[in-house]
């Protein structure tokens, strides 16, 4: 499955953007999926994941409470809402997906197979 990540862009402190992930190829269905992002200079982190249906769903504690995971497997895509934006966020974001027997939700980007190339998301003060 190839992903495709957009919606980046510039946003000031406190401000919302929704990332989009579309896939091409094969169904996303038997894939949990998440989200990941990386700061200059630091290491790739965990930001959200789904499982394979969209039920449940994991966040960062950084993240929890602003940001919202969700997906529609019909149509391919998995979406990041953004809210409350802040400097911090600032960091290349990357959807990817996993088995959904994986132990996806761990926060470890070890189970994700398929990575798209990654959209900047840049939060002024």
């Known amino acids: 499955v190839q992903l495709v990540e957009s919606g980046g862009g510039f946003v000031q402190a406190g401000g919302s953007l929704t990332l989009t992930c579309a896939a091409s190829g094969d169904t996303i269905s038997p894939y949990a999926m998440g989200w990941f992002r990386q700061a200059p200079g630091k290491g790739r982190e965990f930001v959200a994941a789904t499982s394979w249906s969209g039920g449940t769903t994991y966040y960062s504690d950084s993240v929890k409470g602003r940001f919202t995971i969700s997906r529609k497997n019909a149509k391919k895509t998995l979406w990041l809402q953004m809210n409350s934006l802040r400097p911090e966020d600032t960091a290349v974001y990357f959807c990817?997906?996993?088995?959904?027997?994986?132990?996806?939700?761990?926060?470890?980007?070890?189970?994700?197979?398929?990575w798209g190339q990654g959209t900047q998301v840049t939060v002024s003060s």
């Open positions: 990817a997906a996993a088995d959904w027997r994986s132990n996806y939700y761990s926060g470890d980007q070890t189970p994700y197979e398929y």
